[in-house]
C-alpha cells in the first residue's frame, strides 16, 4: 500500500514561516499530480497548491503570493513553503497525491497523508 506522511507543521507567529514535507512511500510507480490541502476547524477542506509531474503549479488566491509549492520526484516529496503567515492559515494541511502502483501502473488511484497541525498566532 501507499502511504503519504506530512511534517513541518506547528505553532508560529503571525508573519512567520513554516515548510511543509510530505513523503510518499510504499509500491509506487509513478507520481502525477501532487498537492496540498488544509481544514480549518468547522470547516471544508479547501485546496491550498497543487503542482504537476512537470512542475507546473497552482494557487488558491489565500495562498498566492505567499507561499511555494515545489517536489522532488527522485525522492517522491512534496513541500509547502509558506511564509508570511496569518490566523486564517490555521488548519490541519493534508498531501494528496495521484499514484500509479508499481504492482499495477495501468490504474492511477488518489491517496491522502494523515495531516499536520499548522497553527498561526496573533
Known amino acids: 500500500q501507499v502511504q503519504l506522511v506530512e511534517s513541518g507543521g506547528g505553532l508560529v507567529q503571525a508573519g512567520g514561516s513554516l515548510r511543509l514535507s510530505c513523503v510518499a512511500s510504499g509500491s509506487i510507480g509513478s507520481i502525477n499530480d501532487m498537492g496540498w490541502y488544509r481544514q480549518a476547524p468547522g470547516k471544508q477542506r479547501e485546496l491550498v497548491a497543487t503542482i504537476t509531474s512537470r512542475g507546473a503549479t497552482y494557487y488558491a488566491d489565500s495562498a498566492k503570493g505567499r507561499s511555494t509549492i515545489s517536489r522532488d520526484n527522485a525522492k517522491d516529496t512534496v513541500a509547502l513553503q509558506m511564509n508570511s503567515l496569518k490566523p486564517e492559515d490555521t488548519g490541519v494541511y493534508y498531501c494528496?497525491?495521484?499514484?500509479?502502483?508499481?504492482?499495477?501502473?495501468?490504474?492511477?488511484?488518489?491517496?491522502w497523508g494523515q495531516g499536520t497541525q499548522v497553527t498561526v498566532s496573533s
Open positions: 494528496n497525491a495521484d499514484i500509479r502502483s508499481s504492482n499495477w501502473p495501468y490504474y492511477e488511484s488518489n491517496y
